[in-house]
C-alpha cells in the first residue's frame, strides 16, 4: 500500500475510507479486461482499490455518488494517482430521446481528490497506463496531468499523460 503524502481527511473532496489491510479482492487485474470494458460497455466495472469488500464498497460510492474536484483546478498540475474506477454509463446523445453508451473514469489522488471524466481520450489513456505499468495501486504512483484539447469542429476532450 502506498504512503499518501497528505493525510485522507485533509484536502478531500469527497470523505475517503480509512485505509485497512490491502487484499487481492479486485474485480479484475488484467489489461485486457480494462480493454475490453472499453468495447462493450454492458461489462462489469474496474477498479484497483485496495482492503476489505467494505473498504472497497466506500470507494465504488465515492467514484459513483461523491463530490468530485473541478476538472480546471487540475488540468498542467502533477497528480499521483492512486485509484481508478471505471464503469459503463448511458448519457444524453446529439438528438432528443437518442442515447451513447460509454464509460466513465473516476481518478483519485492519493490525497484523496477525485476526479471523473466521461471521455474516451482518458479512458484510452488509462488503458495505455495500466497496460505500460499494470493495474496498481502502486507503491509509487505514477504522475499524472490531465490535458485538454480541441477537436477541429471545436469539440472539447481531455486525456491524460505522465507528468
Known amino acids: 500500500m502506498s504512503t499518501d503524502p497528505v493525510t485522507q481527511a485533509e484536502q478531500t473532496v469527497a470523505t475517503a475510507p480509512a485505509a485497512t489491510e490491502p487484499t487481492t479482492a479486485v474485480i479484475v487485474r ?4 480494462f480493454i475490453r470494458l472499453l468495447g462493450d ?3 462489469a466495472p474496474i477498479h484497483n482499490f485496495e482492503g476489505d469488500g467494505m ?6 460510492a465515492l467514484a459513483k455518488n461523491g463530490m468530485h474536484g473541478k476538472i480546471e483546478d487540475a488540468r498542467g498540475k502533477d497528480i499521483p494517482l492512486r485509484y481508478f474506477y471505471v464503469h459503463p454509463v448511458r448519457i444524453n446523445g446529439p438528438s432528443n430521446g437518442e442515447f451513447i453508451d ?3 473514469c473516476v481518478l483519485f489522488s492519493t490525497a484523496g481528490v477525485s ?3 466521461v471521455s474516451e481520450g482518458v479512458a484510452q489513456s488509462l488503458a495505455d497506463l ?3 505499468i499494470g493495474f496498481g495501486p502502486w507503491e509509487n504512483p505514477p504522475l499524472i496531468q490531465i490535458k485538454e484539447g480541441s477537436t477541429r469542429a471545436g469539440r472539447r476532450f ?6
Not at 488484467?30 to 479486461?33: H, P, R
Open 30 to 33: 488484467k489489461a485486457d479486461d
Open 41 to 43: 460497455t454492458a461489462a
Open 55 to 60: 473498504e472497497q464498497w466506500r470507494w465504488t
Open 102 to 104: 460509454t464509460v466513465r
Open 115 to 117: 476526479f471523473a471524466f
Open 130 to 132: 495500466v497496460q505500460a
Open 158 to 163: 481531455y486525456s491524460i499523460v505522465p507528468a
